[in-house]
């Protein structure tokens, strides 16, 4: 099972990105998925997940209103759409996959990690 994640770079503050992250081995149909992120110097933190339906989703609070999570089981893929960025919206970006089909907030709850991808955002 691997998970790669993509579509990171440099964007200006109120900017917008959109993350993906492709997902082997047909995991993303019957899994929960979600994106974490860790900053420099600082923990892993939660950003959003959602469910194998697609049905629920849930975000963090900094995030909230901004950021969109999705999926597309065919493709074996989720999305992280990420818009009015903000400075410290900067860091590595990782996708992980959970063996439940619900979502969770936890990062010890998920099993399969991808390699992160970087969001810098400038001021």
């Known amino acids: 099972v691997q998970l790669q994640a993509s579509g990171g770079g440099l964007v200006q503050s109120g900017g917008s990105l959109r993350l993906s992250c492709a997902a082997s081995g047909g995991i993303v149909s019957g899994s929960a998925m979600g994106w974490f992120r860790q900053a420099p110097g600082k923990e892993r933190e939660f950003v959003a997940s959602i469910n194998w339906s697609a049905y629920s989703t849930y975000y963090a609070d900094s995030v909230k209103g901004r950021f969109a999570i999705s999926r597309d089981n065919a493709k074996n893929t989720i999305y992280l759409q990420m818009n009015s960025l903000k400075p410290e919206d900067t860091a590595v970006y990782y996708c992980?996959?959970?063996?439940?089909?619900?979502?969770?907030?936890?990062?010890?709850?998920?099993?399969?990690w991808g390699q992160g991808t970087l969001v810098t955002v400038s001021s």
């Open positions: 992980a996959a959970r063996n439940s089909r619900f979502h969770s907030v936890s990062a010890h709850e998920y099993n399969y």
